[in-house]
Structures are given as structure tokens and as C-alpha cells.
């Protein structure tokens, strides 16, 4: 089983997701304010998620107005050096359908 | 700290909220956790339950589970999943596959964000309808290939594990891969009409690690509403919240508005509030003094030492409490054998909690299952063959005016529904 998973987020990951590319929260997507961070629901794939930091919130939720994942990160704070996570992170939420590549 | 944690002091809104439409049922199965059978006369009308859907929006409730009784006997029932549906809360229902012919089928096949859980216990009919009732197995594949034949896409199968049906794991598999469905099992609470079967019906402790090898191999393929958490202490954590999460992501609200912590706690101690009460559902959610001191740290009791704590939680809530258990002990399906100790250090003496909402029939019917009939008669009564007297549990039980509005609880009014 854990081999599966880790094959499939490795794909997703190196594969499908350009944070060189702009994105965007799935309109199929709802965030949920939490105080952890935000809880997510795909209403598509009935996928239940968790964002679990605020900064990842505000990458998630910016990522519309921004060229590129890159720059929503940095607009939203995110610390040099916590960079590669967030992009790990959101490779993963690529991979699930929760944030989609934009036109 | 970890999500986890976040998850036992509580969240904003309920991950997994169960809305019980009605008491009202067609079918008396021998376990029903809600007891039901019979309307409530004061069941939400229309405009409430809308009301409590507008609410439900408005705290971003991503989905319901909607249950009951079987909630499509209302007669409102497909006014209000499209309703719901529309102010974005998605909606779960559970079935015993009665109203699903083929035009109904059809329509749901049709609509986003429905999901559909046929109940079925057994994967044969003697199996199934010994604890659902006679025709009951017919009527859920029935629903099943009409859903199949109008395309919906992955209905779910939802099993209730007994000691009758563990066996059949990978024949339930099979009708669900056939009917392009999802299978998802659950445990069997002493909940409702449970508590009168649980002895009987209740996994062996072998059947049990039975269960977790099965789940370890096929975790990622069968639901099982996170309610097999009290098994991970065999090993492997099975996939999901491995937590109680009554009253933190979890909780119920009954056909009469009444809030419980959990589907498997209709009870007065685990009562939080009223939907009807002022400041409606949230405020309930959010601050009535159950949910907040279910909320707080639990500090484990008996099971503190035990070294699978972290695994298992001690267990679920309303499986201790519905046996006779104290909640800080052992759960009474213990994996390491602590709850069968306890059950048995209970004495003859001890009394098992006994809901006061019940809307069970009181006289069973030719559809009710054998299993009901068994429990349900006399005690001093020779247990040869099916009984069809009730135990009398209401003064005016044997007359014929009995259960007509006699009780504040129940007007005795009887949908006109097949079985019934």
C-alpha cells in the first residue's frame, strides 16, 4: 500500500505539477476556515483534505492572482527556506484535484 | 501539533454530521441503533429542515449523511435533497432500497453530489433477512441493479459486521464489484434495538482480528466510516481518524431536531440542544456544555497504561456506556480482551442505560426478522419457533387503542409504506 501512494504522489509530482505555472483552486473545491488551517472538500472526487498551516491557506487561496505558484508563495510569506515543503505540499493537493493548472 | 489533536478539541463545523429525517420505517431490523419504526409526530417540518440546511450552508457542512429510519418515506424527501443540494451541502443517504425503481434511479444517476448507501447485512438472504426481515435482501439488490442500469455511478453497499455476516467479507466484496459499487462496513453498536441484540450478533474475538487482516489488505478499497479505530490496537493504524470524534467531528441530529453527540448515542446524556432551540444548530455546535466537555482532554482511565492507548483511544463512547461500561475503561470489544474482563466483572446487578426515545413497532409484523421476534418475546416464553407478541413495555400495550397518541412521544400514526 505505501509503495503504491508514494509511486503516485512521486508521478503527480515531478510529472504534472509546474510551480513555474499558474494554478488555481478547483471551483469544485471548498475551504473551510479551521483553526489549524482550513479543511478542503472536492465536491467532485468527495475528497476530504486539510490544509494544515494558515501561510498554506493564503498560498492556496492567492494562487489565482499570481502568474505562478512561486509567487503566490512569497506573497504569502512563506520563509525561504520552508519553500520546498509548500511545493511538496501543493504537488500533492496538484495531484488530488484540489488546485488545478489555469488557463 | 498534530491534526489529530486539533480534531479532539473541535472543530468550526462537524466533519461528519448525520441527520436521522425520520423515525418512520418500513423495515424493523433486529439492531436498528435508532430504535425505529414509527413517526414522531414532532418531526421538523419542510420549512424547518430547510432551515436547518440554510444554516448547515452558511457553516460551510460540506455534506450530510441522511438516515433514519428510512428517510424516503417523507414524503418531502426528494424536495429536500434537491434543496440541499442546491445551497452546496452535499447529500449522503443511507437506504433500505425501497423507493429506488427505476424512475428514481434514473433522476438520482442525474443529480451531482448525491451519494447513495444501500443497506445490506448479509451477502445471502438468510444472512441478511434473519436480522433485516423477509424480502428485505431482495429489495436492496433490487435497488442496486436499478441504480446499476440507470448509470449511477458507485453507489455504496453499507454493512453492519456481525458475527453472522464476518465470514461473507469478500462475498459483500463481490456484489459490490458486480454492481459497480463501493463497499463500506461498519461496527455494530449496542445502540438503539442493538443493546437487545449485541450478546448475539456482536463479532467473536477472533472474528474480530479477522476483520483487521482484511481491513489491513483491502483498507484502501472499503469504507468503513472510521468506526473500526478500537482494532488498530492489533497492530497497523487502518486508514482514517483514529479517534472518537463525538461532539469534536461528529455528530447527530435526530428527526425531531434533537443534536446528539453521535449516531450511536440517542440518549439524554449525550443530549446537546434542540435545532429549535435559540441560536438554532451552530450554537449548539459551538458552545452547549456537552460538546465543550467532550472537547477536553481526555485523560484515558483504566486504559492509561495500556500500551496501545495512543492506538485505539479506549474506544468508542457509546459501545461502553450501551453495555453497562464506565466511558474512562475499556471499550467492551477490547482487543486485548480488557472490555470482555470488564462485561464479565459487571455483576448481576448492573443496569444497562436504556434510551427513552424509542419508536420501535410494537406489534411486529409478518416482515419483521426472525431475530427481532426471538429477542423480542417473553422471557419465560418457550423459545421454540418465532414469537409475534411483543414485550409488553407500555401499560396500554394490549389494548387496541394502544399507541394511538396515548404517548407524548409517539402519535402511533403509521406511514402507509410497503411492510408497514
Request: with cysteine; aromatic share 8%; hydrophobic share 35%.
Given at each position: ?103 | ?6 480534531f479532539q478539541?473541535?472543530l468550526?463545523?462537524p466533519i461528519c ?209 472510521d468506526?473500526?479505530f ?11 481518524l483514529?479517534l472518537c470524534g463525538a461532539g469534536r467531528v461528529v455528530c ?9 453527540a453521535c ?31 467532550l ?126
Open positions: 500500500m505505501s509503495t503504491k501512494s508514494a509511486e503516485s504522489a512521486g508521478a503527480a509530482g515531478v510529472g504534472d505539477f509546474d510551480p513555474g505555472a499558474p494554478y488555481r483552486c478547483s471551483p469544485q473545491v471548498s475551504l473551510r476556515p479551521e483553526p489549524f488551517g482550513a479543511l478542503v472538500y472536492h465536491f467532485g472526487t468527495r475528497k476530504l483534505s486539510f490544509l494544515k498551516t494558515l501561510p498554506l491557506v493564503e498560498v492556496v487561496k492567492g494562487l489565482e492572482d499570481h502568474p505562478d505558484v512561486h509567487s503566490a508563495i512569497e506573497a504569502a510569506g512563506v520563509e525561504e527556506a520552508q519553500r520546498p515543503a509548500y511545493l511538496k505540499a501543493l504537488a500533492g493537493l496538484a495531484a488530488s484535484g484540489t488546485i488545478e493548472a489555469r488557463q | 501539533m498534530k491534526l489529530v489533536d486539533h478539541y473541535g468550526n463545523s454530521l448525520t441527520w436521522e429525517l425520520t423515525y418512520a420505517c418500513n423495515l424493523s431490523c433486529a439492531h436498528c441503533l435508532s430504535s425505529s419504526g414509527r413517526r414522531d409526530p414532532r418531526e421538523l417540518s419542510t420549512a424547518e429542515a430547510k432551515a436547518v440546511i440554510d444554516e448547515l450552508q452558511r457553516m460551510q457542512v460540506f455534506y450530510i449523511n441522511i438516515g433514519g429510519g428510512e428517510p424516503t418515506v417523507r414524503p418531502d424527501f426528494w424536495e429536500l435533497l434537491d434543496y440541499s443540494i442546491a445551497h452546496n451541502v452535499g447529500v449522503k443517504f443511507s437506504t433500505n432500497g425501497l423507493k429506488i425503481d427505476k424512475k428514481r434511479a434514473a433522476q438520482l444517476a442525474a443529480t451531482d453530489y448525491v451519494d447513495i448507501q444501500i443497506s445490506l447485512d448479509g451477502a445471502t438472504p438468510e444472512v441478511n433477512d434473519y436480522v433485516r426481515g423477509p424480502g428485505s435482501y431482495d429489495m436492496a439488490i433490487r435497488a442496486l441493479e436499478n441504480l446499476a442500469e440507470a448509470g449511477f455511478a458507485q453507489p455504496k453497499i453499507s454493512v453492519v459486521m456481525t458475527r453472522q455476516n464476518v465470514d461473507q467479507l469478500d462475498e459483500f466484496k463481490a456484489i459490490a464489484d458486480k454492481y459497480g459499487a463501493q463497499l463500506r462496513i461498519t461496527r455494530l453498536r449496542p445502540s438503539g434495538r442493538g443493546a437487545d441484540v449485541w450478546d448475539e450478533l456482536h463479532p467473536l474475538p477472533s472474528q474480530q482480528k479477522q476483520m483487521y487482516d482484511w481491513l489491513v489488505d483491502r483498507g484502501d478499497q472499503v469504507l468503513t466510516g468506526s473500526f478500537h482494532l488498530s490496537a492489533f497492530g497497523e493504524a487502518l486508514p482514517g483514529n447527530l441530529i435526530d428527526p425531531v431536531g434533537d443534536v446528539y449516531p450511536f448515542a440517542i440518549h439524554e446524556n449525550f443530549l446537546a440542544g434542540n435545532v429549535r432551540d435559540e441560536g438554532g444548530f451552530q450554537r449548539v455546535w459551538e458552545s452547549s456544555d456537552l460538546f465543550t466537555e472537547r477536553q482532554p481526555q485523560t484515558g482511565g483504566a486504559c492509561q497504561s495500556c500500551m496501545h492507548y495512543d492506538a485505539c483511544q479506549g474506544g468508542c463512547m457509546a459501545a461502553k456506556f450501551f453495555t453497562g461500561l464506565p466511558l474512562d475503561g475499556p471499550d467492551p470489544e477490547c482487543v486485548r480482551g480488557f472490555g470482555e474482563q470488564a462485561l464479565a466483572a459487571r455483576g448481576d446487578d448492573h443496569v444497562i442505560p436504556k434510551s427513552d426515545v424509542n419508536h420501535s413497532r410494537t406489534k411486529l409484523g409478518k416482515k419483521s426478522p426472525v431475530l427481532l421476534q426471538l429477542s423480542m418475546g417473553r422471557p419465560d416464553a418457550p423459545s421454540t419457533g418465532p414469537r409475534v407478541s411483543g414485550r409488553p413495555d407500555r401499560a396500554c400495550e394490549t389494548s387496541p387503542l394502544a399507541g394511538m397518541g396515548a404517548s407524548d412521544t409517539d402519535s402511533g400514526l403509521r406511514l402507509p409504506v410497503a411492510g408497514s
